[in-house]
């Protein structure tokens, strides 16, 4: 008999999870227009495939322990370790979504991202280089419109074949600053956790997270914190705001050559050229 393969919902408040989820299950479920509406997790089948299972996890904007719909979902992911996530981005604020994004990517879990509301970008008269950003990001990038069913079965098939193949995404490195000190604590650590979530594991104890499930020795520990400690002293900043500087520094550097703007200008590059050369 064939294994049931399970499809994980994740991404910001409001980029149209229950939507999508409402798509790929064929079931109706109350969609509301404010942030914060699903904090509970919510199963169904894929329309016509009853050994695939969409769950769709409450909205958030990172993967810290502070907020419960962020717990919710991080153990989710990190207990119960769906085959593959569909990271719902809501095209139309790229960059913000983004962040959680590079935070999927650490978990080892399969991406594929759904590049949801592409129909109000085209509106925009913006442009997004899906190819671009799917080099980008190392995983399967899906223009998506939840809401008017476009690209779900793009998307599907998307899913269906990263969670076939099972290959854990490359998420970005930090900067030459900061990247060091994640890879010694990967080094400190190799042997306490699993290889796929490795990079997640040094990350958040980086971060210094209260609530990872995770036995280390006093040893190790105290390793731990003089890397952390040294790096903060260099950066002369706190450990956690450390990280999410990185992120913001990566992810506008990825997205400047691939989202453009429409242009407001009346002419065109070469318009101007053309009347002040003749
Ligand atoms: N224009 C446009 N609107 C969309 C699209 N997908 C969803 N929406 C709308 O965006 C709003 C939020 O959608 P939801 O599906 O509730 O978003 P969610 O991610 O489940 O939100 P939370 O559960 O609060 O995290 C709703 O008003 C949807 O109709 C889309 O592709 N395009
Ligand atoms: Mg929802």
Redesign the pocket.
């Known amino acids: 008999m064939r294994q049931e393969v399970r499809i994980a919902l994740a991404?910001n408040?409001?980029?149209?999870?229950?939507?999508?989820f409402n798509e790929l299950t064929g079931t109706y479920q109350h969609?509301?227009?404010w942030?914060?509406?699903?904090v509970e997790k919510k199963e169904g089948s894929l329309k016509g495939r009853r050994d695939v299972k969409v769950m769709d996890l409450?909205?958030i904007y990172s993967l810290s322990p502070y907020t419960l719909e962020e717990v919710i979902s991080r153990n989710y992911l990190l207990e119960e370790e769906p085959d593959v996530i569909i990271d719902?981005v809501d095209a139309s604020n790229l960059e913000r979504n983004l962040y959680l994004t590079t935070q999927l990517l650490e978990t080892g879990i399969p991406v594929v991202v759904a590049l949801?509301?592409?129909?109000?970008i085209i509106n925009r008269g913006d442009v997004i280089d899906t190819e671009k950003l799917s080099e980008a990001l190392g995983c399967p990038v899906v223009e998506?419109?939840?809401?008017?069913g476009k690209g779900i079965e793009n998307l599907v098939q998307a899913a269906l074949a990263a969670a076939d193949e099972k290959t854990p995404p490359t998420p970005g490195r930090f900067s030459d600053d900061v990247e060091p000190a994640i890879q010694k604590i990967e080094a400190l650590i190799k042997d306490s956790v699993s290889q796929k979530s490795l990079r997640w594991y040094a990350i958040k104890l980086f971060e210094r997270d209260g609530k990872l499930a995770l036995a280390l020795s006093e040893q190790q520990k105290q390793q731990i914190e003089k890397v952390i400690a040294e790096c903060e002293t260099a950066q002369e900043d706190e450990a956690e705001s450390i990280i999410t500087s990185e992120r913001y520094v990566y992810i506008s550097g990825m997205i400047g050559p691939i989202y453009k703007k429409k242009s407001v200008g009346k002419f065109t590059v070469s318009d101007r050229i053309d009347r002040i050369v003749t």
């Open positions: 991404g408040p409001n980029s149209g999870k229950t939507t999508m969609v509301g227009n942030p914060g509406v699903t409450p909205g719902i949801n509301m592409m129909d109000i998506t419109s939840a809401m008017r």
